[in-house]
């Protein structure tokens, strides 16, 4: 799961990428990157937060009007810097591009690449292994300076990526002299979203982004996202062309409105707010049918990606919302964190319980979901520390069984514990007097009750072990 945004406009685009990567910093915190180019590329890569890799004098070197920006979370490749994004190649035309999702099949795509199209790849990352074959499928293709012509001359590009690579892809990508290049797998798995931005004096600057976030606050309108299996192709002087290569089942990452996303994006014309509210409420109406005597003084949201469902589950059961825990924002996500020692570690860094809340008081913690336990665990003790009478539990999201192989670092079954126990079993790990998971059905239902947005089914294979493509190795 990674950050990525592109823009081409009618002024610099530094500031705006800088601007986009710090709303778009909770999708990665390890590293970032920012390309952008007039008759050249210009770049500034590095680990870390997107405040402590951008100084003053790298931004005033990042000049022209067109650029990509990444913010990366790994889940496939190493950690070294040459790992970091956005990359690019010099043939042909010069090419750039961030990356936003996980491939399946990544190494049978760099084994074909270096044996059959000869082509080198300095990392095991498989943003690398997309650039190649995106960049291959212009090779034996006649240069053009008409756009519509270059249209078809992208086109039939990513049709080889669509061909030959599997999994979730989104992708922006700069051409040097062309423009700037959006697409999504036939899925749609992993998120895009396409905004504008008028001008008095020429064409609309165009933005892609993982999430609508950045738009507000930069002046950008949202327009709609590049739908599965689509190419958006905006030329330097800001002509757009779109077409629909490639299309199936569309079934977008569930995960992203449950706990990625921030609740004010809006992903495939559904609110993210408005879904985690509708989240709550179902958790709601089920615990009263099923826990009719276990109605709690006080509800407490694990912070802040929970803090939606919470307040929707206590105005339907009446009882009062409280901030019983606070959260250190200066401490990054720990489900993202790279270590379960670091993980565990962090918890009572960044949560710190208010007794005055708690203490005395049956305490029901609703949390966006529930992955390994570790920081579940951790949480009920701290509760049951400030004098709680009781702890009930609920996770937004159903029980996290399999691994995830479209973007998510949940890397293998034996790190799960709905893979491992039993909801009982659980229920005594954690001990709490009461645990709850979503069902499956309320979920989607909670997501795609409103807006246009043709969801056919999101994509669940962390919950019921449906991969629409396939799996991966281990990672």
């Not at 985690?276 to 109605?295: H, S």
């Amino acid at each position: 799961m990674c950050g990525i945004v592109g823009i081409l406009s009618q002024q610099s685009v530094a500031a705006d990428l800088y601007d986009s990567l710090i709303h778009l910093q909770h999708r990665g915190q390890d590293a970032a990157g920012i390309m952008t180019c007039d008759d050249y590329f210009h770049s500034r890569i590095d680990k870390g937060l997107v405040r402590e890799i951008f100084q003053p004098q790298d931004m005033h070197k990042l000049t022209g009007n067109m650029g990509i920006a990444h913010a990366r979370y790994p889940t496939a490749g190493g950690f070294s810097l040459d790992e970091v994004q956005p990359f690019r190649l010099g043939s042909p035309y010069g090419i750039a591009l961030a990356h936003n999702g996980n491939l399946t099949n990544h190494t049978e795509l760099a084994a074909y690449l270096a044996k059959e199209r000869r082509r080198h790849l300095n990392t095991k990352s498989d943003s690398e292994s997309l650039i190649h074959l995106f960049a291959d499928g212009f090779t034996e293709q006649t240069p053009t300076d008409d756009p519509a012509a270059f249209f078809e001359q992208i086109c039939t590009s990513v049709q080889a990526v669509f061909d030959r690579a599997r999994g979730a892809y989104s992708i922006v990508s700069l051409i040097l002299g062309k423009g700037l290049v959006a697409f999504r797998d036939s899925h749609g798995i992993r998120p895009l979203a396409m905004g504008r931005r008028g001008n008095s004096n020429g064409p609309d600057d165009i933005i892609f982004a993982s999430e609508t976030t950045p738009f507000f606050s930069m002046g950008f309108e949202e327009m709609d996202d590049v739908l599965p299996g689509e190419i958006v192709f905006v030329t330097e002087q800001g002509q757009v062309f779109r077409r629909v290569l490639q299309q199936k089942a569309f079934t977008p990452c569930v995960f992203e409105y449950v706990y990625f996303a921030r609740p004010d994006a809006h992903l495939d014309d559904v609110s993210v707010y408005r879904a985690r509210l509708r989240m709550g409420q179902n958790l709601a109406k089920r615990w009263l049918v099923e826990q009719t005597d276990n109605i709690p003084d006080i509800v407490i949201p694990v912070p802040f990606s929970s803090n939606t469902a919470a307040l929707a589950f206590a105005n339907e059961l009446g009882v009062r919302y409280s901030e019983g825990l606070y959260k250190n924002p200066f401490i990054g996500r720990t489900f993202i964190m790279p270590e379960t020692s670091l993980r565990k570690r962090s918890v009572r860094y960044k949560l710190s319980p208010q007794r005055t809340e708690i203490e005395g008081k049956n305490v029901l913690l609703l949390d966006d979901s529930i992955v390994r336990g570790t920081t579940s665990k951790e949480i009920v003790k701290m509760v049951r520390d400030c004098g709680a009478k009781s702890v009930s539990f609920i996770s937004a999201c159903p029980p996290v069984k399999n691994p995830c192989y479209y973007g998510i670092d949940i890397p293998t079954p034996e790190e799960l514990i709905a893979n491992e126990k039993s909801i009982a079993e659980i229920q005594q790990y954690m001990d709490v007097d009461a645990l709850m998971y979503q069902n499956e059905v309320d979920l989607v239902e909670a997501v795609s009750r409103k807006g246009k947005h043709h969801i056919d089914n999101p994509c669940m294979a962390c919950l019921n072990g449906h991969y629409v493509c396939g799996k991966g190795a281990a990672k």
